[in-house]
């Protein structure tokens, strides 16, 4: 019978995830997974296409995937927010067709449709929709819905969409580690901690530290800040599957492409990945596991497979996620860690629990179920914006910097990466030309200087700007990243009051090749990126002040003694000199001669302004000394 909810519209809390998903409700009595009319926890994130015909979803599709490999849709959380560019380097993990949808989006064929990954995903969240209604006795039309860490602005809004396309409002939006650290922190009593939380899943790796501060301790409900996040949307349990599954084609002496995919029907490749996968639980037990496969083509495979022999597969994968913990633990300022959480259903291999207690020097903690904590936290947090709980507060962190682009190509960053959400940024801007009437605002993200070697997420303009000369305009542009991690850009021009918004929605997502090169260039670059920056906002400002100099001289010149001119007209060509050079070879600007160079300027152009201005006002002023101006801190756009 199903349990009458005591709300009249619930919110639940989903895990959606690569391999399998769950949904979960959180009341008085505290969180806990819905079963399906089966009784089944997990649902199989399998959905299989046929023309004609009904789609199927969960363990029937996951079923009928050896069968009917090119219509039955797995893993389809990898190309989430993807082009079809992106899915084309992922390698050979899909049996199904992926194809180029509308606007360069991966796209899928399966049983006769194309369908996106959204689409699929949406298959699934309805049925976990419908496991939910079924339990709760009620109508379910709000969620909260779990994605990996380092899932970018593109995937995170695939997910909504998904729900959408499902029927459900995703109020908001949690990230994986987080969750489960809401799982694992709720109702905890004793002294604050920081946790580790080591999210290895089907699809995708995350690292998160975190801060859980209860509420006997922080006296405000229980606190779970999150401090640093890295990770990899393209790892996970199907590479070690790929990996077995290729090695066992190797030992039946089954020749591979230049791909690395092996020419066999791809019927036997489903199963053979589905009996890597299950080889890989096998010797997660014990030591060895008996391999009896047919792999057609009159080829049966037959031998023990050792843990050592798996393990020296895994190996390099799981190598990969502890290059990850350093980066967050780097992040984290090498903060002592007191507890590891492990979660998802990789983390039972004993190889990963064994590295992962090396590295942090701590017993993973494993008596959290690492398939349902994640949902369990979703759930937990669902029940604070239900309002059956106010005694938890959440903070999460956005991945990476976000600013915009200044004259001169450099990146002005209003949100550097691991700063807590929901978080707001202002700064102020202007023009560098005159009487410009808009400005193109280019968003970017990435942990680099200059706009070259960023991820381009949104271009938009502010428009009709009344005329002035350049650097008067004062340009006050607004990032705001809300709960879900959804960035808006806002600008306005104060004098005129004119103002232009933009949503941030790319439309593709970041490859684990661009992530890993963001976060290594911007440390192996950054002194020389920072001296690049330098070099073109003193370039920037100084062709500003010389146009300002040069207007002013040519009202004064009559009344200036001429060897003052003459030593000012000597600065401006020196300043020039500088500025030519940081256009042709910033490397080669000495940017602390280049500043002094524009501050003797500045300061020998003093006297010239005052008397510009009294001969504006009708007086007359002789003196050739004053105080040094306060130097121009608004940035050009």
Known sequence: MPEVAQISDPIVGIDLGTTHSLVAFCDAAGPRILSNEAGDRMLASAVRYRAGFAVEVGAEARR???????????????????????????GSGFEFEVVEGTRGLAAIS???????????????LSELRR???????????????????YFDDGQRQATRDAARLAGIDAVRIVNEPT???????????????????YDFGGGTFDISILQVIPESVSGDGDLF????????????????????????????GMASSAKGNVKIAAGARQALREFAESTKIALSQRESAQIDIDLGSEVRLQRTLSRVEFEALASPFIERTILACERALLDAGGIAIDRVILVGGSTRIPLVRKRVGEFFGLEPYTALDPDCVVALGAAAQASVLQGTRSDVLLLDVIPLSLGIETVGGAVAKLLTRNATI????????????DNQSHVQLHVLQGEREMVSDCRSLARFELRDIPPMPAGIPQIEVEFLVDANGVLHVTAGERRSGRRATV????????????????EHESIVHARSDMHHHRVVDLAVNSTLDIKWIGDALLRTRDDLPGEYVDSLEALITRLKGFISLAHTSP??????????????????????????ISKSLGSISTSLSAPIPTPNTTRKT
Do not use: W
């Open 64 to 90: 009928n995937a050896v069968e009917f490999p090119l219509d039955t849709v797995l893993s389809a959380k990898r190309l989430m927010g993807r082009s079809f560019d992106e899915s084309k380097l992922m």
């Open 110 to 124: 399966a049983g006769g449709a194309h369908v996106l990954p959204q689409e699929v995903a949406a298959v699934i």
């Open 131 to 149: 496991t939910a209604e079924l339990q709760l006795g009620c109508e379910v039309r709000r969620a909260v819905i779990t994605v990996p860490a």
């Open 179 to 197: 969750a489960a650290a809401l799982a694992y922190g709720i109702g905890r009593s004793g002294d604050a901690q920081t946790i580790a939380v």
């Open 225 to 252: 800040r999150v401090i640093a996040t890295a990770g990899d949307t393209q790892l996970g349990g199907d590479d070690l599957d790929h990996a077995l599954a290729q090695q066992l084609l190797k030992d039946a």
């Open 422 to 433: 929901p978080a707001r940024a202002k700064e102020m801007f202007s023009t560098s030309v």
């Open 503 to 518: 949503q941030v929605v790319p439309s593709f997502g970041l490859t684990n090749e661009e992530i890993e090169r963001i």
């Open 587 to 612: 490397h080669d600007v000495d940017a602390n001669a280049f500043q002094q160079a524009k501050e003797e300027l500045d300061r020998a152009s003093v006297a010239m302004h005052e008397k510009s």
